[in-house]
C-alpha cells in the first residue's frame, strides 16, 4: 500500500486502512492532514449501511 500511496508512508500500520481515525494531531506529527494532503473518504461506509439497511426494510413493507 505505502509504495503505491506515498502520502501514507508516515501512516502507523493500525491506521493504514482508515487514516482519517487518526486524531488531528498524530496526524499533523506524520504531516497527513486528511482533507488536504490526503482526501477525505468519499462514503462513510456506516452511514451508507444503515440507510442501505433501512430501504430495504422499506420494501418488506
Known sequence: ???WVPE???VPQKFIHKPWE???KDQE???TIIGKS???PIV???EARAAAL???Q???K
Open 44 to 46: 462513510v461506509h456506516e
Open 29 to 31: 506529527v506524520i504531516n
Open 38 to 40: 490526503y482526501p477525505k
Open 8 to 10: 501514507l508512508n508516515r
Open 1 to 3: 500500500m505505502k509504495k
Open 58 to 60: 422499506a420494501l418488506k
Open 22 to 24: 487518526m486524531e488531528t
Open 54 to 56: 433501512k430501504a430495504f
